[in-house]
């Protein structure tokens, strides 16, 4: 990701889209074979120092790559851009790199949830507490959870890889999206300025919007940094809760941790998440940058205003380079994944009896109880067990309930105490767990998008 967003790669892009662009050209008579051997021979000569120096007096760094090039390319440099604007140029590239990118993210997405399919089918039946409002609640199954963190990286897989596919580019439009300059300059050679176009972009694997202005809508830079905001929200929520169920209170998950790994210069016991504390760091400067796009989008006025160019230079390359780096890290943690069983049987029978509530009081009901009289019963014994948790004693509340006249009346002792097992309250946690681990292998492995630049 690095290498594809690197400054040598973007100027090798733009070398072979010029290259292209001589080629389709050629084939209306404006550019000889013998030019165009000329620009082949010089299309990698990528010279930054140059190219910066000349860029220090000109101010314009496309400008300063064309010098470059046309100075090297002495035969064909002089035929390089012709009826091109800048924009032509750049934003054809920065469309191929960014379907170059959303291709590498959503493969990196499918080997990520390979990982999670594996944790899946081996923790699907693991009964485990689940929590609303950061409260106890009632019982899942780890593999469950685990599909939960998974469906989302599995929407933001789909959604790249479609993503990938469908991006369109500005195509070759000129000054202000009419195409005029070719239209001029390829009058009476029997070639259109759609078919040149055509050509052109059939080298990059691009198709073209059918309108645009001197840029493609900077709407299509909103929608891709916008949908690698929404991986990192995925993201950000799975590694939030990592840290939450490592965090001492719980205790129940933790990241993989080393035998030299130090957790903290002044406390020499200390085992931090770092792994999910920077994927929610990195999280953040995607979600921001999703902003400054946004702003673009909304501010690029009439035909083109150029208020764009600095903070889209940053928050594109930035975006995907978070992301990359924030789906390596969520594989680190899925792969070394460390489950304590101990603790969360522990939280299990300290929570769990409070879940059987719901089950005493649908077998009561059914036998004629009456529904809010006995769920105020229910309630009143549940928060005398709380009173008895928070002093640090074991759960009573299955000895309340099966001390209860009431409740006795409609459900007996035994059956309390089989409805009082909270690992029998997972309802369908298990079988949907295998069913979308299932779903994750049968996935098919995204096509990937390449460019014709070694990275």
Same mark, same amino acid.
């Given at each position: 990701?690095?290498?594809?967003?690197?400054?040598?790669?973007?100027?090798?892009?733009?070398?072979?889209?010029?290259?292209?662009?001589?080629?389709?050209?050629?084939?209306?008579?404006?550019?000889?074979?013998?030019?165009?051997?000329?620009?082949?021979?010089?299309?990698?000569?990528?010279?930054?120092?140059?190219?910066?120096?000349?860029?220090?007096?000109?101010?314009?760094?496309?400008?300063?790559?064309?010098?470059?090039?046309?100075?090297?390319?002495?035969?064909?440099?002089?035929?390089?851009?012709?009826?091109?604007?800048?924009?032509?140029?750049?934003?054809?590239?920065?469309?191929?790199?960014?379907?170059?990118?959303?291709?590498?993210?959503?493969? /990196? %997405?499918?080997?990520?949830?390979?990982? =999670? !399919? +594996?944790?899946?089918?081996?923790? @699907?039946?693991? &009964?485990?507490?689940?929590?609303?409002?950061?409260?106890?609640?009632?019982?899942?199954?780890?593999?469950?959870?685990?599909?939960?963190?998974?469906?989302?990286?599995?929407?933001?897989?789909?959604?790249?890889?479609?993503?990938?596919?469908?991006?369109?580019?500005?195509?070759?439009?000129?000054?202000?999206?009419?195409?005029?300059?070719?239209?001029?300059?390829?009058?009476?050679?029997?070639?259109?300025?759609?078919?040149?176009?055509?050509?052109?972009?059939?080298?990059?694997?691009?198709?073209?919007?059918?309108?645009?202005?001197?840029?493609?809508?900077?709407?299509?830079?909103?929608?891709?940094?916008?949908?690698?905001? /929404? %991986?990192?929200?995925?993201?950000?929520? =799975? !590694? +939030?809760?990592?840290?939450?169920? @490592?965090?001492? &209170?719980?205790?129940?998950?933790?990241?993989?941790?080393?035998?030299?790994?130090?957790?903290?210069?002044?406390?020499?016991?200390?085992?931090?998440?770092?792994?999910?504390?920077?994927?929610?760091?990195?999280?953040?400067?995607?979600?921001?940058?999703?902003?400054?796009?946004?702003?673009?989008?909304?501010?690029?006025?009439?035909?083109?205003?150029?208020?764009?160019?600095?903070?889209?230079?940053?928050?594109?390359?930035?975006?995907?380079?978070?992301?990359?780096?924030?789906?390596?890290?969520?594989?680190?943690?899925?792969?070394?994944?460390?489950?304590?069983?101990?603790?969360?049987?522990?939280?299990?029978?300290?929570?769990?009896?409070?879940?059987?509530?719901?089950?005493?009081?649908?077998?009561?009901?059914?036998?004629?109880?009456?529904?809010?009289?006995?769920?105020?019963?229910?309630?009143?014994?549940?928060?005398?067990?709380?009173?008895?948790?928070?002093?640090?004693?074991?759960?009573?509340?299955?000895?309340?309930?099966?001390?209860?006249?009431?409740?006795?009346?409609?459900?007996?002792?035994?059956?309390?105490?089989?409805?009082?097992?909270?690992?029998?309250?997972?309802?369908?946690?298990?079988?949907?767990?295998?069913?979308?681990?299932?779903?994750?292998?049968?996935?098919?492995?995204?096509?990937?998008?390449?460019?014709?630049?070694?990275?």
């Amino acid at each position: 990701m690095r290498a594809l967003f690197s400054e040598e790669t973007k100027r090798r892009m733009w070398r072979r889209f010029w290259l292209a662009l001589a080629q389709a050209q050629a084939q209306a008579g404006l550019v000889s074979e013998e030019e165009l051997a000329d620009l082949r021979r010089y299309v990698d000569a990528v010279d930054l120092a140059a190219a910066q120096e000349i860029e220090n007096e000109i101010h314009h760094d496309l400008m300063a790559e064309l010098r470059v090039y046309a100075s090297q390319a002495k035969i064909g440099g002089g035929k390089l851009h012709l009826g091109a604007t800048s924009m032509d140029v750049e934003d054809n590239v920065d469309t191929a790199r960014m379907r170059v990118a959303l291709s590498m993210l959503s493969d /990196a %997405l499918r080997s990520l949830l390979d990982a =999670f !399919a +594996s944790q899946i089918e081996k923790y @699907a039946d693991l &009964p485990c507490m689940a929590y609303t409002h950061l409260q106890a609640a009632e019982p899942t199954t780890l593999g469950y959870r685990m599909s939960m963190w998974a469906n989302d990286f599995y929407l933001d897989c789909e959604n790249l890889k479609c993503l990938a596919g469908w991006l369109p580019s500005k195509g070759l439009r000129g000054a202000v999206g009419t195409a005029a300059s070719y239209e001029a300059l390829l009058a009476g050679t029997g070639v259109s300025p759609e078919q040149l176009e055509r050509e052109v972009l059939d080298a990059f694997g691009l198709s073209a919007l059918m309108i645009t202005g001197q840029t493609y809508s900077r709407r299509l830079d909103y929608i891709v940094v916008a949908n690698l905001a /929404a %991986l990192a929200a995925s993201a950000s929520k =799975f !590694a +939030s809760d990592v840290r939450i169920l @490592a965090s001492s &209170p719980f205790g129940e998950l933790g990241e993989p941790f080393t035998s030299k790994q130090v957790g903290s210069s002044a406390m020499p016991f200390k085992r931090n998440p770092i792994l999910s504390e920077r994927i929610c760091s990195l999280a953040r400067i995607v979600s921001a940058h999703a902003g400054i796009t946004w702003q673009n989008a909304a501010n690029n006025l009439l035909e083109r205003t150029l208020d764009d160019s600095a903070s889209r230079r940053v928050a594109i390359p930035e975006s995907f380079l978070a992301a990359d780096e924030i789906v390596m890290l969520a594989q680190k943690i899925v792969d070394g994944l460390r489950v304590d069983r101990r603790r969360i049987s522990a939280n299990l029978e300290r929570f769990g009896p409070f879940a059987a509530t719901e089950a005493v009081l649908v077998a009561a009901a059914k036998r004629g109880a009456d529904r809010q009289a006995l769920h105020e019963r229910l309630r009143e014994a549940s928060m005398r067990a709380w009173e008895a948790l928070e002093k640090s004693e074991k759960n009573p509340l299955a000895e309340e309930l099966m001390q209860d006249k009431t409740i006795a009346q409609y459900v007996g002792r035994d059956e309390i105490k089989l409805l009082m097992n909270p690992a029998d309250h997972t309802g369908l946690a298990a079988r949907r767990a295998r069913e979308f681990a299932r779903k994750v292998r049968s996935m098919e492995k995204p096509e990937p998008v390449k460019i014709d630049v070694p990275l």
